[in-house]
């Protein structure tokens, strides 16, 4: 089954269309516990987890086999949120290694470009029915300083990127919550088939209802859950603003 069939198999068998950003910044030696109990008290909850170097650099894949096989168990796919950016050769590396650790998709950043940057990368994923998401437009503040530069042409990056998402064949994108404009644009550009992540709600200052509102198929949320005295209430608090939201599909 494609990694999109899986997206949206588990977000109907949950009922969410939250992806999980399971982001701790506690002591190295709390985090995996705390990653832990949140992930145990979120998983029915939540469309699927995605996993950043606030884990991944401390602990590696190996030592996060608790968090892999907790999502597995439920069924839950796992991202990687590498923002993968390298020459092909070590692009394979970096998947295989994912895929070899139970990894269902990886993030990626199309400026590397298709030859010996990322093309390979998606046809290796797909093999294995694993999924590529490439940033199209960043949360942060400083997104338009790169995302928003023009090409000779006048066309700004983040369009390129949306057609070379569409173009490579690549499963998803990430769009930020706070740029609806670019959230419709993108859809027009990528179609429906391909997955719309949005995220910087919360801390970044985006709103869930309106960033899923807008278009996207999926809201990233992090610090908001993971932060929270009650992951569990604020995931819940959460999915009830969005349910204010249109529904996809
Ligand atoms: P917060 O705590 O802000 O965490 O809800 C969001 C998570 O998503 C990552 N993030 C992004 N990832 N493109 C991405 O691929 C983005 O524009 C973006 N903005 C935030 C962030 O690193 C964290 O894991």
Same mark, same amino acid.
């Given at each position: ?83 993968l950016?390298?020459?092909e050769?070590?692009n394979l590396? *970096?998947v ?10 990886v993030?990626a ?8 940057g990322l093309g390979k990368v998606i046809e290796r994923m ?6 590529v ?85 999926? *809201? ?30």
């Open positions: 089954m494609k990694f999109r069939e899986r997206m949206l198999r588990s977000a109907k068998k949950n009922d969410s269309r939250v992806v999980l950003a399971l982001d701790f910044s506690d002591p190295y030696d709390a985090r995996l516990a705390r990653a832990e109990r949140v992930l145990s008290a979120t998983k029915g909850a939540v469309a699927a987890v995605k996993v950043n170097h606030h884990l991944l650099l401390p602990y590696g894949l190996s030592g996060i086999r608790g968090v892999i096989d907790a999502c597995k168990g439920e069924g839950l796919p796992l991202i990687a949120d590498l923002k950016n390298d020459i050769s070590t590396n *970096v295989d290694s994912l895929l070899a650790f139970g990894f269902d998709a993030i950043n199309p400026f590397v470009g298709r030859e010996e797909h093999i294995d029915g694993g999924g998401i490439l940033l199209v437009y960043m949360s942060h503040r400083g997104a338009g300083e790169g995302y928003g530069l023009s090409d000779e042409k006048g066309v700004p990056l983040y369009r390129t990127f949306a057609a070379r998402a569409r173009d490579w064949g690549a499963d998803g994108v990430v769009v930020s919550a706070k740029t609806l404009d670019k959230i419709a644009e993108t859809r027009r550009i990528v179609g429906k088939d391909c997955l719309i992540f949005s995220p910087g709600i919360g801390p970044q200052g985006g709103d869930a209802a309106s960033g899923a509102g807008g278009g996207a198929d999926f *809201v990233i949320v992090g610090r908001s859950v993971t932060e929270s005295p009650d992951p569990a209430k604020a995931l819940r608090d959460l999915r009830g603003r969005m349910a204010q939201a249109p529904a996809f599909e």
